[in-house]
């Protein structure tokens, strides 16, 4: 997206949540790559947050980092008056489905409550604007396909008709959340956004997710764990274009209305561990047999969803926002960077994290 596609937020304050996880952290250096806005990125840091992905925004004059939860509306509110941010962008959520098998109090804490009590808040800050202010204010969250439930394998695509029909607890969640935003802009008049994203992959992502783990245990030469037969299908995007999506539906999306980002890249996820072994190997030497052989099946998660895809005609029609790689160059990015990026895996898999992996893929 050019420079001038951010000309209203230009002079802006944006209030980022969650924007030391994954999509958040590429989004805020994104943003103020492109953007002269000043940044309050309010996060927890829980376990998938990490502040070293922002190195680059804390040289920026107008970047700040607040610690905080959202479901502290004391601090929301004090952060909403002292910043006055004229966007909030809401990625702050637990978002690992077999966490919440395991967990799901949390995701009904941080995905639910979270979510209405940052509503909440914005709705009284939005609420004493003055009437130019409010018409120029937006709240966008960003949420996920997952919420949609499950496809056959000749189902057309996820609309933003499609019924919702979570079957995870962290599907359930978010689903929930989505509920909230749709009812405080047409209860209340809040002018709010939704984006429902397809699976995303690129930098900084924790590596409990499929890509990432992939990764790494091929480069270690470790098992390669695939839930069932593998042929569970996903449409996949790079976080880079997801971002970039984002930042369009700020700028021109329609008040109240839902946009489907997605990648077009419908992949098995035995594909996706088959390409990543392949391209590790070329990249980063073969080490003898092939890490093909390093493919393992374990016993299929409960209510694994079998396939999702996402038709993201729609924002290309209304925003003409498209995305710009293909699966195959940005997969071959995102090896690249995990390979160069040693010192940031080995702060990231260390002492919970490798906990958690040996418990949850011990069988």
């Known amino acids: ?28 250096l ?3 790559e492109r953007s002269s806005s000043a940044v309050v990125n309010l996060d927890k840091l829980t376990y998938a947050g990490n502040l070293h992905n922002l190195t680059p925004a804390e040289k920026r004059p107008g970047y700040e980092f607040v610690h905080g939860d959202i479901t502290d509306q004391e601090r929301l509110r004090s952060l909403l008056s002292r910043r006055k941010p004229r966007a909030i ?19 009904v804490r941080t995905n639910i409550n979270g979510t209405f009590s940052l509503l909440e808040e914005a709705r009284g800050y939005w609420g004493g604007m ?5 018409a120029d204010f937006r709240f966008l969250h960003v949420s996920t396909d997952e919420v949609y439930g499950s496809l056959g394998p000749d189902d057309p695509p996820f609309a933003e008709t499609t019924a919702y029909a979570p079957n995870s607890p962290y599907a359930a969640s978010k689903a929930a959340s989505d509920h909230l935003v749709r009812a405080y802009h047409h209860t209340y008049g809040l002018p709010t956004l939704t984006t429902n994203c397809s699976n995303n992959y690129g930098r900084f992502q924790f590596p409990e997710k499929l890509i990432p783990l992939m990764i790494l245990n091929a ?8 839930y069932g037969d593998g042929q569970n299908v996903r449409d996949w995007l790079y976080v880079e274009d997801h971002c970039d999506a984002i930042a369009t539906v700020l700028e021109k999306g329609r008040v109240g ?8 890249n419908e992949k098995r996820n035995l594909d996706i561990v088959q390409s990543i072994c392949d391209m590790v190997d070329e990249m ?12 393992s099946f374990v016993k299929d998660r409960p209510g694994h969803d079998r396939r999702y895809a996402m038709d993201a005609t729609k924002i290309e029609h209304e925003l003409g926002w498209r995305p710009k790689e293909t699966f195959e160059t940005g997969i071959r990015k995102t090896v690249q960077w995990y390979l160069n990026n040693e010192e940031w895996v080995r702060n990231v898999t260390s002492g919970s994290y490798r906990q958690w992996i040996e418990t949850h893929y011990s069988s």
């Open 284 to 295: 980063a030497g073969s080490r003898g047999a092939p890490r093909r052989d390093l493919i």
């Open 30 to 32: 994104q943003w103020l």
């Open 130 to 134: 003055s009437s130019g202010e409010a």
């Open 89 to 107: 962008v809401h990625f702050a959520a637990e978002s690992h489905v077999d966490r919440s098998i395991r967990g799901p109090e949390e995701f």
């Open 1 to 28: 997206m050019l420079l001038s596609s951010y000309r209203s937020y230009m002079e802006d304050t944006i209030l980022i949540t969650g924007g030391a996880g994954f999509i958040g952290s590429n989004f805020i």
């Open 219 to 226: 480069l270690g030469g470790k098992p390669l764990p695939v």
């Open 257 to 264: 209305q839902t946009y489907n980002i997605g990648g077009w």
